[in-house]
């Protein structure tokens, strides 16, 4: 299983690619992939049939108990079927679908195999954040399937509603699961539905879950997503608003009515919600003249009798709802896929503007009413096994409230009225030749359907009416599904296509004869639908619920942004006094016995610390309040030092350097002088409030040490070291022990390089450094250019007041042996103090000097590489280090190694670790260079070309 999820990863992202190749055919090689799990489903058929399953398990994090388990039982192999063989089936068609010279061909190739691999995964997930986790990624493809290309602003509308109400359902759906694994004690599902447990926490857990399945199915009030999700392209909806995605809450609701059905409210919510969802999208659907919408909104129906027969807790109604959710996704995704060749062909889906296709495209035309003689349950098609099943179910009283049976089952007959209406006004729309329109001649169709474009609806139709004829073959799949779910009947129904004169077969007819008469009588229908409004509209009641929320939050954020840093400072440190500062006095742990220092050198370090600190807040000149601030910095180095720490005391030099270097390329931007004087009584409540939160971080660390009971977890760690084949605590710490919080670090590193990149960039950043040409060195006036002597590169395009011989000679002696350091710092950094994040600094500090001595173009001589290529290859390499552990036995990102004897070199111990601290060496050194890139060079240019010069920033350069 977790093969066949990779697979799908793998053909994802070489799609875009395959695409480039092999233009639209690559389609029908991403086929093979959900090809591939569908007869993997199948040969366990045998196994699953036996009331067995197939589970896998992959220790993920075992510090916290998580890992990947998946599990393959009677449930999970029919929704994992019909993903599978729908998405195979849709692949191929998009084949035909995607015009040959269509750009976004590779996007969606790789978008709808990734998303078929997260549909895979959520219905074979066991762990309840596993499944969370591919219910989100369902929800981000979705997100990026409905938006396209993002050039329609209506697809971006409907996409961005789809990913805030499923988002938000889907973080109530966490907590609720959250909530029942603490109930059960087990994280898995099938351990939780097995033990639910009872009680208020059950009850909150389940109404929550509930929340999540409404709104990823598209049920009431949150319908509204889905047709609007029509904007997308027609496979898309034919997969994920058919077959898949819309089915993920069907999916948990069946998953977990075995063990919740009985819980409070959980029934009420069900069959309440499912029946006026399948009423209203019904009602609906009456109304539509485009077919993808009539489709839309018929699926909302249909999405309600699902849930309906799913989460009624019994087996009865569940081997029913099973039923119909193999029927409906082969039968809606066909009508969608028969919409998109009638769109494709004639270029609109306006039923008002088509006409005697029925003739023209007979093949097409015979996939789709057979199709729809499912949906609206005409035998002997699956749909109507499925729903004799249902009525027969309700009939008989398969709920514990006979009363609650009646209900129900009148509203699925009035649903199914509807749904019989609907599809006759489908067929008439697409195919029927109308008398007040000309039929749409063949020399009028724009792309005429061949007959791959056909096979997709064609192989569905027929795979409908297959289900439907050996409905017997598919009893055994289904009962097994169901076999949790308590029997309310007294006698077991199994599926069948005849089952005699029956009173389901009396409402079939029923439902049959009053939606033919419905649709006969649909111009009337229709008047009396434009004359009586509804006043309620749910999609106008999400569009004022986001208008609400956005002026709530432009009045809070101008009470309380205000645009004085000061001020939100100051309210966050006194908050910060008042809550735990409060705490700290009144519950605090206090030492037994106070000590200043160890060492006097502490206490002067301290002092000094203190002096440039006080300093820095009094001076009023920028570069030397930025100078002082550096100071305070190199203090603390030296206390690292005195308390043995060479480690952090290297990393904290080069940090105070690098930082200083940035403050100083920033402040050639800013007056010389610190704007603005306040008044005595403010200067007194600030120096208040910073001495009093000074006094609290010192005081609450002592504290903290105080309250010490546990012994720490550092105690472990040398022994943990020696495992890792390093002498050197800090380092191993840093890429093993806790190898994800450095992973995550460097992560944030790049962020922030491209965020401040960002900020200074008036064009396009893309590209490596600008490298001096002829052109450039003659940019310089004849009377201010450089003498013909140069140490560096690229100083001849510096005007001599720039320039520094002494300068410009150090720099040359000096930078290849910085570089020298740096990378014996970075090998050495395992069993001595350095590391890949101390030798990425002292690299970029080489860089610092060439570019402070020869300026922008001597920085693209030293590093005439793009800094992105270094953080993303960085990121790479730290991230791949994980994959290869994992790939040797060891577990994500834990260090492994080889011993070898070889010549010269003699007994050599290499661990992977060592790759892991390459790429912090080189997102390090990518963010220093992209800070130079950004603050320095940038602004370089911008003030050659004139862009915000400023004298007061030349003065700041000469000195």
Same mark, same amino acid.
């Given at each position: ?13 070489a799609?875009?690619?395959l695409?480039r190749?092999?233009?639209r ?6 086929a ?5 799990g569908?007869a993997?489903a199948?040969?366990?058929l045998?196994?699953v049939?036996d009331?067995?399953e ?5 220790p ?9 388990a998946l ?11 019909l993903?599978?063989?729908?998405g195979?089936l ?9 015009e ?15 998303f078929?691999?997260a549909?895979l ?9 596993l499944?969370y986790?591919?219910w989100?990624l ?9 938006g ?5 602003v ?5 996409a961005g ?8 359902g ?8 959250i909530?029942l694994s603490q109930?059960a004690?087990?994280t ?5 539905v097995?033990?639910?447990g ?15 399945a ?12 889905l047709?609007?999700?029509m ?7 034919a997969?994920?608003?058919a077959?898949?995605m ?10 977990l ?5 009985d819980?409070?409210g959980?029934r ?12 209203v999208?019904?009602?609906?659907a ?6 993808k919408?009539l489709?839309?909104?018929?699926t ?7 849930l ?10 569940g ?12 039968f ?5 896929l028969?919409v ?13 503007e ?5 003739r ?6 015979t996939a ?13 098609l ?9 009525f027969?179910?309700?009939?008989d009283?398969?709920l ?5 049976a ?5 509203g ?11 599809t006759a006004?489908?067929l ?9 329109l000309?039929a749409?001649?063949?020399e ?7 007959p $791959?474009?056909v096979?997709a &609806?064609?192989?569905?139709a =027929? !795979?409908?009416?297959? #289900?439907?004829?050996? %409905?017997s +073959? *598919? ?9 949790p $779910?308590p029997q309310?009947? &007294?006698?077991?129904?199994? =599926? !069948?296509?005849?089952? #005699?004169?029956?009173? %389901?077969? +009396? *409402? ?9 008469a $419905?649709f006969l009588a ?5 008047? =009396?639908?434009?004359r009586v409004g ?5 999609d ?8 609400g929320?956005?002026?709530?939050a ?6 309380t ?7 939100y400072?100051?309210?966050i440190l006194v908050?910060v006094l008042?809550?735990?500062?409060g ?17 006097p ?20 000149q920028?570069?030397a309040?930025a100078?002082?601030?550096g ?6 180095a030296?206390?690292f030092?005195?308390?043995g720490a060479?480690?952090l005391a290297?990393?904290?030099v ?7 270097v940035?403050f100083v390329?920033?402040?050639?931007k800013?007056p010389?002088e610190?704007?603005g004087s ?7 409540s ?7 939160v ?5 005081v609450?660390s002592a ?9 720490p977890?550092?105690?472990e ?7 890792a ?7 191993v710490?840093?890429v ?6 450095t ?18 960039y008036?064009r ?6 600008a490298?001096?040409t002829?052109?450039d ?17 690229a100083?001849?395009t510096l005007s001599p007041?720039r ?9 040359r ?6 570089l020298v ?6 090998f ?9 994040f101390a030798g ?6 080489a ?5 402070l001595?020869?300026g922008r ?6 590093a ?30 834990e260090t492994a ?9 003699g ?5 992977t670790?060592?790759?892991f ?7 390090v ?6 800070v130079l ?9 911008q ?7 400023d004298?007061?920033?030349?003065e700041?350069i000469?000195?």
């Amino acid at each position: 299983m977790t093969l066949l999820l990779l697979a799908h990863v793998v053909a994802a992202l070489a799609a875009p690619v395959l695409v480039r190749w092999w233009g639209r055919q690559a389609f029908l090689a991403l086929a093979l992939v959900p090809a591939t799990g569908l007869a993997w489903a199948l040969t366990r058929l045998p196994t699953v049939l036996d009331g067995g399953e197939v589970t896998e398990t992959v220790p993920w994090v075992p510090a916290l108990d998580l890992s990947v388990a998946l599990r393959l039982d009677a449930l999970a192999l029919i929704f994992a079927g019909l993903v599978t063989g729908v998405g195979a089936l849709v692949l191929v068609y998009c084949a035909r679908y995607v015009e040959p010279d269509d750009e976004g061909a590779g996007r969606l190739a790789g978008q709808l195999t990734a998303f078929a691999g997260a549909m895979l995964g959520l219905v074979l997930a066991d762990d309840v954040f596993l499944l969370y986790v591919f219910w989100e990624l369902t929800t981000v493809f979705s997100y990026l399937l409905i938006g396209d290309s993002g050039a329609k602003v209506a697809g971006r509308r409907a996409a961005g509603q789809a990913l805030i109400l499923t988002t938000a359902g889907g973080l109530a759906m966490l907590a609720g699961l959250i909530l029942l694994s603490q109930a059960a004690g087990s994280t898995l599902l099938s351990e939780i539905v097995a033990a639910p447990g009872d009680g208020g926490l059950v009850v909150g857990g389940v109404l929550l879950v509930l929340l999540g399945a409404l709104t990823k199915s598209a049920m009431v009030p949150f319908h509204f997503w889905l047709p609007a999700a029509m904007q997308a392209p027609t496979p898309v909806s034919a997969y994920l608003h058919a077959a898949a995605m819309v089915k993920a809450g069907i999916y948990l609701v069946a998953r977990l009515a075995p063990g919740y059905a009985d819980v409070p409210g959980w029934r009420f919510v069900v069959l309440g919600v499912g029946v006026t969802t399948m009423l209203v999208g019904g009602y609906r659907a009456l109304r539509q003249f485009d077919l993808k919408l009539l489709l839309a909104f018929g699926t909302v129906s249909q999405l309600g009798f699902l849930l309906t027969l799913v989460g009624g807790g019994s087996a009865a109604l569940g081997k029913a709802g099973l039923a119909m959710v193999l029927a409906h996704g082969l039968f809606k995704s066909t009508l969608f896929l028969s919409v998109g060749v009638l769109d494709h062909a004639t270029g609109t889906r306006d039923m008002r503007e088509l006409s005697g296709l029925g003739r023209r495209l007979p093949v097409l035309a015979t996939a789709a009413v057979l199709a729809s003689a499912s949906m609206a349950g005409l035998p002997p098609l699956i749909g109507f096994v499925g729903k004799e099943a249902a009525f027969t179910a309700l009939w008989d009283g398969a709920l514990p409230d006979r009363t609650a049976a009646t209900v129900v089952l009148v509203g699925l007959v009035v649903g199914s009225v509807l749904t019989v209406a609907y599809t006759a006004r489908f067929l008439w729309g697409a195919f029927a030749r109308k008398p007040d329109l000309p039929a749409t001649a063949p020399e009028e169709l724009e792309h005429p359907p061949g007959p $791959l474009f056909v096979t997709a &609806p064609v192989v569905l139709a =027929l !795979a409908g009416l297959a #289900g439907g004829l050996a %409905a017997s +073959a *598919l009893d055994p799949l289904v009962a097994a599904a169901t076999e949790p $779910l308590p029997q309310l009947l &007294p006698e077991e129904e199994h =599926l !069948a296509l005849w089952h #005699g004169l029956t009173p %389901a077969l +009396a *409402l079939s007819a029923v439902t049959l004869l009053t939606g033919a008469a $419905l649709f006969l009588a649909r111009r009337p229908v229709w008047r =009396l639908q434009r004359r009586v409004g509804v006043p309620v509209s749910a999609d106008t009641g999400y569009w004022n619920v986001l208008q609400g929320l956005d002026r709530l939050a432009v009045v809070v954020t101008g009470s309380t942004q205000r645009g004085s840093l000061p001020v939100y400072l100051g309210v966050i440190l006194v908050t910060v006094l008042a809550l735990p500062g409060g705490l700290l006095l009144v519950r605090g742990v206090w030492p037994a016995e106070w000590r200043a220092w160890d060492n006097p050198l502490q206490a002067i370090t301290g002092a000094l610390v203190l002096v440039a600190a006080v300093l820095a807040v009094r001076i009023h000149q920028r570069l030397a309040a930025a100078v002082v601030v550096g100071l305070t910095g190199y203090g603390l180095a030296v206390l690292f030092v005195v308390h043995g720490a060479p480690d952090l005391a290297l990393t904290q030099v080069l940090i105070e350097t690098v930082t200083l270097v940035a403050f100083v390329l920033v402040l050639r931007k800013l007056p010389l002088e610190v704007g603005g004087s306040s008044r005595a009584r403010t200067r007194w409540s600030r120096g208040v409030v910073a001495t009093a939160v000074g006094v609290f971080m010192g005081v609450a660390s002592a504290v903290a040490l105080a309250a010490r009971e546990a012994p720490p977890v550092s105690v472990e760690y040398p022994e943990l070291a020696r495992e890792a084949h390093g002498d050197n605590i800090v380092n191993v710490t840093l890429v093993d022990i806790r190898a994800w919080d450095t992973f995550g670090e460097i992560s944030v590193l790049v962020v922030a390089a491209t965020g401040v990149a960002s900020l200074v960039y008036l064009r396009g950043r893309a590209g490596a450094l600008a490298r001096a040409t002829a052109e450039d060195e003659q940019r310089v006036p004849q009377g201010r250019r450089a003498p013909r002597a140069q140490w560096l590169a690229a100083t001849s395009t510096l005007s001599p007041r720039r320039r520094s011989l002494i300068f410009e000679v150090v720099t040359r002696l000096l930078f290849h042996a910085v570089l020298v350091l740096s990378v014996f710092l970075l090998f050495a950094g395992h069993n001595a103090p350095g590391g890949g994040f101390a030798g990425g600094l002292v690299a970029g500090l080489a860089l610092v000097l060439r570019y402070l001595a020869g300026g922008r173009y001597e920085l693209g001589e030293a590093a005439p590489v793009d800094p992105g290529v270094l953080l993303g290859l960085g990121l790479l390499l730290s991230g791949g280090t994980g994959v290869v552990g994992l790939a040797l036995g060891a577990q994500v990102l834990e260090t492994a190694f080889f011993e070898a004897t070889l010549p010269v070199l003699g007994h050599v111990t290499l661990v992977t670790a060592l790759f892991f601290d390459m790429g912090v060496y080189l997102v390090v050194v990518g963010l220093v260079l992209d800070v130079l890139r950004s603050l320095g060079a940038e602004l370089d240019r911008q003030e050659e070309e004139g862009e915000d010069r400023d004298p007061a920033a030349e003065e700041v350069i000469a000195r």
